[in-house]
């Protein structure tokens, strides 16, 4: 009896179960002090100071404590830790769940390269990756809800939530949401409140992208005063020198971070350097996306739905402008990949018969040269964990068995 109930709860969380796992296990040796690094001191700060862009994580863990120390920062990543692995094993869940029989595996195989992928799995390291786990996490709370009758009137809330935590949300992930919205109002006789509903998403994106992106620096507190306050909410040091995140945040004129990227800091031709490497290395997955998307246009039938396809296939090229308008670019290429996958991820749940088609065709193609898909998997996943961030789990086995 014992036996049965737990084979049925198994069944219940078979496929939930292995990717929380998995996430879990990379991130274990992560789990020490996320408040090391020079982001966590911007959760000391709050509305208080202004409406300014990057602060509302500190504004909502202020709802809790007033004091945002070393304790508290810990226990509030940890927490936003546990409930993205949560909700991406629950969304991996019910897209496998989703599928039929026929394209189960495939769907599997897909989850599995999504969490091979380095610029994936990124949003396991807050350490480093902060904002953009943050950013994820609103995302697939919008994607939740994108579809819900009732629930997708509080999109606009999860926008502005993604904005206000980093405005590059708006050339990194909207895109997908874009993409949603175009999706939707091509349908043969879109709904009026259709096209309110993405009209009024449209609508709050634009104005608090215009403000964030505009931000002339906090007004009625100078510099002094916002360490000040920074350090009277937490016993984090305050960089208080003259290349401060503070200053640079928030009191520069939004026209010199591009004075920056081609002067002052990596320039261009770094820049283009460390553009080129990544796309070498995400060549592979490049040649996938466009087999797929090229493969939905042709299968579909409306011209239309032609188009959508199309901006899925164009949507990495919405990251172009942070090169104009942001100091952090890096942070766009996470955006891309994670976007590629919600995208078709999106449109296989929902059994879009052009996107079903498509990456049948490609499993076909894959099914009958199992090895270089097993090595595709194999080169992500090794890169993945002889990168810097494996190294924890070497020193954790040298402790248990030197």
């Not at 100071?49 to 990543?77: C, H, K, Q, W």
Request: charged fraction near 15%; glycine fraction near 4%; charge should be positive.
């Amino acid at each position: 009896m014992a036996g049965a109930r737990i084979a049925s709860a198994f069944e219940k969380v078979k496929y939930e179960l292995p990717v929380f796992c998995v996430m879990l296990a990379l991130a274990v040796p992560q789990i020490t002090d996320f408040s090391s690094q020079a982001y966590s001191t911007l959760l000391a700060l709050d509305y208080r100071v202004g409406f300014a862009p990057r602060i509302f994580m500190g504004s909502l863990l202020s709802l809790f404590t007033d004091f945002r120390g070393r304790r508290e920062i810990n226990i509030f990543y940890v927490v936003m830790f546990l409930l993205t692995f949560l909700l991406v094993a629950w969304l991996a869940g019910r897209l496998i769940r989703s599928a039929e029989a026929e394209m189960k595996n495939t769907i599997i195989a897909l989850v599995a390269l999504f969490l091979a992928l380095p610029y994936t799995a990124a949003f396991l390291y807050p350490q480093i990756f902060s904002p953009d786990r943050f950013l994820i996490f609103f995302t697939l709370l919008g994607l939740l809800v994108f579809d819900k009758p009732y629930l997708r009137w509080s999109l606009p809330l999860f926008l502005g939530a993604a904005l206000a935590t980093h405005h590059m949300f708006l050339f990194a992930f909207m895109p997908a949401f874009a993409v949603l919205f175009a999706f939707m109002l091509g349908q043969k006789v879109p709904k009026r409140k259709d096209i309110a509903f993405c009209a009024f998403n449209c609508t709050v994106t634009a104005l608090l992208s215009g403000y964030f992106y505009l931000f002339g620096g906090l007004k009625g507190i100078s510099l002094e005063q916002l360490y000040d306050f920074a350090q009277a909410h937490t016993d984090l040091p305050i960089d208080r020198s003259a290349d401060s995140i503070f200053k640079g945040y928030f009191f520069l004129d939004p026209s010199l971070v591009f004075q920056y990227n081609t002067k002052l800091g990596p320039g261009i031709s770094n820049i283009l350097n460390y553009e080129w490497t990544t796309a070498v290395f995400l060549l592979p997955l490049i040649i996938m996306f466009f087999v797929i998307w090229k493969r939905a246009i042709k299968n579909s039938v409306r011209r239309y739905d032609r188009f959508v396809f199309l901006m899925c296939l164009l949507a990495p090229l919405a990251r172009l402008p942070l090169f104009f308008v942001t100091s952090e670019i890096y942070r766009g290429r996470i955006g891309i990949v994670m976007v590629q996958f919600f995208l078709l991820f999106y449109f296989l749940h929902h059994k879009n018969p052009a996107v079903l088609s498509a990456v049948r065709s490609v499993a076909a193609l894959f099914k009958s040269n199992a090895v270089p898909v097993l090595l595709l998997v194999a080169y992500y996943a090794a890169a993945f964990s002889t990168y810097a961030f494996a190294q924890p789990w070497v020193e954790m086995m040298n402790r248990l068995f030197a």
